[in-house]
């Protein structure tokens, strides 16, 4: 028999759902302005009222409705204020059960447990707002009542801790994230609401004068210093985004799992069971990777196939500090370099046509549209030197174990896999594979996609 749903959420979801309510209205704000300049602005006031009633109203009649239960062998969700919804979840199809806390969550002591069943990466139940100590024993429910046995969920009082990352490493590590892709996305903001503000219409010229408009024109000088502030405002945006995903980093072994806690606003809290644990990833950038520092990522059983490389072990970390988290989940057993085997040097032929043909078409083809095209030509030595280059770093090495490759042109990884891991092997051969007398071998795990 089902659980029986005689549980609610905190009464702080009802001031965390009408909050997060509020940009909606800020977008229709302009709408409503645009009306009572007509009808008269008496009118703001009754009609705001109105909006955050209903909305309250709504949030209310979600809280009323919404319950979920804890039986012995399934949790049991019921939602929805006219099509009602009842979805049972056996505690044997829990995959992950991770802890969320937003900065509003903060506030009211509660936090978002999101519960993921089967290999589908997706929230199966989600409970937006529960005390976090009803969360914690919550969690501890599911997984002592699941396929795996109580002793081996049981959680010691003092958990070894495995990682950490203080600010100074955090800093460090966000010099090294450097991105343009939060200063684009602040572009595209302001490009949308610069004609509200009316800096459109400013002139330069007024300010600086004609020959501080003359001295305008792009320099050596001007490119230097523009790609030194961009340089420097990528190098800003990676630390603040650093700081604040991975902030108060934490990774400790937690009965059969590695828990992992970060966030500076959002503090998540998750588990990664380490029988549901397919590959491990060392990877590296160029320069991060020249000295020295490494990232572990694990690509778990629940994993989503669109969040590449699954869950991040270990941030930014040197490689004798990565070894002993290794250990906890059995990668750790990692052959020498000299162990390692390249690949059939015939591989760059096949690099090299699949790649310059293509290149070589296109050139010729605009060529005749514009003769500068064929300035373009000299870069084939570069092509060739980047296939020579990725040959000489897509190396194997196997053991009795596991399967290890690397491989990478700038950003360099190490896939570890087990074999006990490995689900199928797919052989492929292309028209030019055959000709040159190679082949692919590719190699799934359970949920690859």
């Known amino acids: 028999m089902s659980a029986v749903a005689d549980r609610r959420l905190h009464p702080s979801a009802l001031a965390i759902r009408f909050i997060k309510k509020i940009p909606e209205f800020a977008v229709g704000l302009p709408a409503l302005i645009g009306f009572t300049s007509d009808v008269g602005a008496l009118y703001i006031l009754p009609m705001i009222v109105a909006g955050a009633s209903l909305a309250f109203g709504a949030a209310l009649l979600g809280w009323l409705r919404f319950r979920y239960g804890v039986g012995d062998r399934d949790i049991v969700i019921e939602s929805g204020i006219f099509q009602r919804q009842r979805r049972i979840i056996p505690f044997d199809r829990v995959q992950d059960i991770d802890i969320e806390q937003g900065l509003l ?29 009803e969360a914690k024993w919550l969690r501890d429910v599911i997984r002592s009542r699941g396929s795996a046995s109580s002793a081996e969920v049981a959680l010691p009082a003092d958990e070894p801790v495995l990682f950490t990352m203080a600010l100074p490493r955090l800093l460090l590590a966000g010099v090294f994230n450097f991105s343009l892709l939060y200063l684009a996305v602040l572009g595209g903001v302001f490009q949308y609401v610069e004609p509200f503000l009316g800096w459109d219409k400013i002139d330069p010229r007024e300010f600086v004068g004609p020959a501080g408009a003359a001295a305008g024109d792009l320099s050596a000088f001007r490119i230097a ?5 961009l340089l420097l405002l990528g190098s800003i945006t990676g630390i603040v985004h650093t700081v604040v995903k991975n902030y108060g980093f934490r990774l400790s072994r937690s009965g059969a799992g590695l828990r992992r806690v970060r966030g500076l606003f959002t503090r998540t809290e998750i588990v990664i069971p380490i029988r549901r644990i397919q590959v491990a990833v060392l990877s590296s950038g160029i320069v991060a990777g020249f000295l020295g520092w490494r990232t572990l990522d694990y690509q778990t ?4 196939a669109a969040q590449s490389g699954g869950q991040t072990a270990v941030p930014f970390g040197r490689f004798e500090e990565i070894l002993p988290v290794l250990a906890e989940t059995g990668h750790s057993n990692i052959p020498p370099d000299d162990a390692f085997v390249r690949v059939s040097r015939r591989s760059v032929a096949r690099r090299s046509a699949s790649v310059l043909l293509p ?40 053991t009795d174990e596991a399967l290890f490759v ?3 042109l700038l950003a360099r990884r190490l896939w570890i896999l087990p074999f006990e891991r490995a689900h199928s092997f797919t052989i492929s051969r292309g028209p030019l594979q055959r000709r040159l007398g190679l082949a692919t071998l590719s190699v799934d795990t359970a949920g690859a996609s």
Not at 109 to 126: A, F, L, P, Y
Not at 301 to 304: G, M, V
């Open 105 to 133: 969550a903060r506030m009211f002591g509660t936090v978002t447990v999101r519960i993921e069943t089967g290999g589908s990466g997706k929230d199966e139940g989600k409970l937006d707002a529960v005390d976090a100590a």
């Open 225 to 229: 210093a523009i790609a030194l502030v």
């Open 301 to 304: 059983l629940s994993a989503d």
């Open 359 to 398: 290149f070589l078409v296109a050139t010729l083809a605009l060529s005749f549209a514009w003769k500068g095209w064929l300035l373009l030509l000299p870069l084939f030595p570069l092509l060739i030197g980047a296939a020579i280059l990725q040959w000489k770093r897509h190396r194997y090495a196997l």
């Open 406 to 408: 690397a491989r990478g």
